[in-house]
């Protein structure tokens, strides 16, 4: 998915938690030396005042910029995007929960990395990748356009969990990534620029039977499927009057989009009953769904519109109720995602970071 903020556009929100006791991180070297591996290990760490669901926080990576990270179906391991190097490529590695050891990157460097997910019996993994389509680095967006995302040209491959048996999914050559496999490993929704707006869609796994599931002018993006593969929650922002879709379709001519404002929408499998379930303010992202398929757990700045202070927030997935608070700390907290026994949450953070610009990931017990 699209970072909605890095680290080091939160640096100077950050603040340091105290480190508590654990393994002291390791530096594996599976990775070539063209590719510097992230630094992993396990260490305990305090939780916040008021994060009172989260229980036995530990971290498992310890520098650099380490995102989106999702679990295999047996909870055992976690694939994500990340770099140890300020100027590299993010990368696409699998590591274990247990005690962050086992680190692997399995996506074909040269290029950038997004998205990954584990299927097929957590044997493949599926990603997105620039390698085929830009080779090296994608050019970072233009600063001069304020906080935009660039859409780099990537598409969808898959490969087996060590990195080998790389497969290419989608050919369009334009943005296309986000995917994430439906809880019967038929299914991939994933969202793409293929037909000139950023859409979602779906497809089989094979990559055969594509079907554009949104057609309103404006961003739809970072669907995830319900457990029970009968509804996706996504982010998007519509632009509600002229100027502002002419503004949203100037940028995407510049393969840029701005982020600063998206609710939560949700909507059937073959893409009716679309619904608006957010209406904060701000923007709010990186939605997944509870295991019970009731909640839906999200980031946001919406206390704090247009900063860096993201938190992680439930809401009823039909948007009833008031919305509840997960974390607290003041830095960066998002990409949030349950095990599917619901024991165990995952999510990239600022927190605790040994320098400004660190994006780490952490695992704690849920406390219901």
């Known amino acids: ?9 939160a640096a100077a929100l950050l603040s340091s938690c105290a480190a508590g006791r654990g393994a002291a991180p390791a530096t594996p070297a599976a990775a070539p030396a063209a590719v510097p591996p992230i630094p992993t290990g396990s260490r ?9 669901h989260l229980a036995n926080i530990r971290q498992l990576t310890f520098g650099g910029e380490n995102a989106e990270a999702y679990f295999s179906a047996n909870g055992d391991y976690l694939t994500f995007q990340g770099r140890a190097d300020p100027g590299g490529c993010d990368q696409q590695w699998v590591l274990r929960v247990r005690d962050g050891g086992g680190l692997a990157r399995i996506s074909p460097a040269p290029g950038k990395t997004t998205c990954g997910f584990f299927y097929g019996d957590d044997r493949r993994v599926l990603f997105g990748s620039t390698h085929d389509n830009e080779r090296g680095c994608p050019a970072p967006p233009d600063k001069s356009k304020g906080y935009v995302w660039k859409l780099d ?43 000139g707006d950023l859409d979602i869609y779906t497809m089989n796994v094979d990559g055969s039977n594509v079907r554009r599931l949104t057609t309103t002018p404006g961003y739809d993006g970072g669907p995830w499927w319900s457990p029970d593969g009968t509804r996706i929650v996504y982010r998007a922002w519509h632009p509600a009057d002229s100027a502002g879709l002419a503004d949203y379709r100037a940028l995407l001519a510049e393969d840029l989009v701005r982020p600063s404002r998206m609710e939560l929408w949700t909507m059937n499998a073959d893409g009716s009953d679309q619904r608006q379930i957010t209406r904060l303010g701000g923007a709010n992202f990186g939605p997944s769904w509870t295991p019970d398929g009731r909640r839906i757990i999200f980031s946001s700045n919406y206390r704090q519109p247009r900063s860096g202070n993201f938190d992680l927030f439930l ?9 509840e608070q997960v974390t607290t700390n003041g830095t960066f907290d998002g990409f949030p995602m349950f095990s599917r026994d619901g024991r165990t949450l995952v999510w990239a953070s600022n927190r605790n970071a040994a320098r400004p610009g660190d994006t780490n990931l952490f695992v704690a017990e849920w406390r219901p």
């Not at 998915?1 to 556009?9: D, G, I």
């Not at 305990?44 to 009172?52: I, L």
């Not at 809401?315 to 919305?323: I, M």
């Open 1 to 9: 998915m699209l970072r909605l903020a890095t680290a080091a556009s």
């Open 315 to 323: 809401v009823n997935a039909d948007g009833s109720g008031p919305v």
């Open 153 to 195: 040209k990537y598409d969808i491959y898959t490969a087996t969990r060590d990195g080998r048996d790389v497969r290419r999914l989608t050919n369009y050559g334009t943005y296309t990534a986000e995917g994430v496999v439906s809880p019967d490993g038929r299914r991939i929704v994933f969202t793409s620029r293929k037909d």
């Open 44 to 52: 305990s760490v305090a939780a916040d005042s008021g994060e009172g």
